[in-house]
């Protein structure tokens, strides 16, 4: 059977993942103890097969003893051991973020109480949850996410990868914006040219004919394109032979807008040719667009 495991912190998407996974066909469970996990699985392959549960998901928080948590890595190695097919998503953003929305939704924090603030609860839920996230095959950074982003996200990452499939995500990012902590790889082409400079092309992106234009005719560019794609051929069986569901590749420049834009631009269709599920994701477009909208 198929067992996924989705974790985070308050307020960093869960529930919105686990709808997506009801929505795929699995069977949910929200906040399960994890004591019970192990009985739950077992009860569920040892069903006849007109009713077999072969597909479950199970959402894990703060909310279990942190005895609990603590002993998860034996719960989890049994389960690889009973021959489950088990994947562990891990989501988050950063604490900013989280008190954002929560004050944003006027939510109690579960571990939040008359002597612990909302801004402690959410950093040592981080500590508490931390043997799920070491263990995690898909890790989902959420800051800037929608509500409608985060669930396509989910839905092409588990329902459009094959079993046994590396699922791929480019991702183009700002430097001045931080690293996403998503990231598996991370380049830095911040030493291209770069269109920023140019004032007729600022109010494009590396989606646009124009940037694109000006970063082919430079040779640096297609050096770097050809050379991520060398190393990331080289190397990604390699991730792919050791069972990784999962690959996350950040491409970073200053601002997230051209090169970063471009460059991932270009391998997601250079890998997309290559395998079904390949995803191609613009961290700060959204936020350029919003920006020229106000």
Known sequence: MKLIIVSGRSGSGKSTALHV?????????????????FPLTREAADQSAPGRLDKMAVSIDARNLSAELANFEEIYRKLRKADIQVEIIYLDADEQS?????????????????????????????????????????????????????RDMVKQRIAGRKDQELALLFQSFGFKHGVPLDSDFVF???????????????????????????????????????DLIAFLETWIPSFADSNRSYMTISIGCTGGQHRSVYVCEQLGKHFGKQSSNVQVRHSELPHLQARKEI
């Open 21 to 37: 996974l009801e929505d795929l066909g699995f069977y949910c469970i929200d906040n399960l103890p994890i004591g019970l996990l």
């Open 98 to 150: 989280l008190l954002q929305r929560f004050h944003a939704t006027r939510r109690k924090h579960p571990l939040s109480n008359s002597k612990t603030s909302l801004r402690e609860a959410i950093a040592s839920e981080k500590d508490l949850l931390e043997p799920l996230s070491k263990l995690a095959d898909l890790y989902i950074n959420t800051k800037g996410l929608s509500m409608y982003e985060l």
């Open 188 to 226: 830095d082409v911040r030493c291209l040219p770069n269109p920023y400079w140019d004032t007729s092309l600022r109010k494009f992106t590396g989606t646009d004919q124009p940037v694109i234009e000006f970063l082919e005719k430079e040779p640096a560019s297609r050096r770097m394109v050809n």
